[in-house]
């Protein structure tokens, strides 16, 4: 799939656990490792916001498009 999750970039960046992403954007760490390892077919817009919000970040920092990407088995 072309478009890639950098989450995990962005958490490296903020030090910030996943565990402590999870308090702050009241997800569960299953989902939100679901998304970290890009295997999520969908994200809410809500949820892209408590991401930001969390991360001090925008959406482009954690979303990324790259053409002729497949996805990964």
């Given at each position: 799939?072309?478009?890639?999750?950098n989450?995990?970039?962005?958490?490296?960046?903020?030090?910030?656990?996943?565990?402590?992403?999870?308090?702050?954007?009241?997800?569960?760490?299953?989902?939100?490792?679901?998304?970290?390892?890009g295997?999520?077919?969908?994200?809410?817009?809500?949820?892209?916001?408590?991401?930001?919000?969390?991360?001090?970040?925008?959406?482009?920092?954690?979303?990324?498009?790259?053409?002729?990407?497949?996805?990964?088995?």
């Amino acid at each position: 799939m072309p478009i890639i999750v950098n989450l995990d970039v962005m958490m490296a960046k903020r030090k910030m656990s996943l565990n402590e992403l999870s308090e702050k954007v009241d997800i569960t760490l299953s989902n939100l490792s679901i998304l970290k390892t890009g295997k999520a077919k969908a994200v809410r817009f809500s949820t892209l916001e408590s991401l930001c919000e969390a991360l001090d970040c925008q959406p482009a920092d954690l979303l990324e498009y790259r053409p002729g990407e497949e996805k990964k088995s």
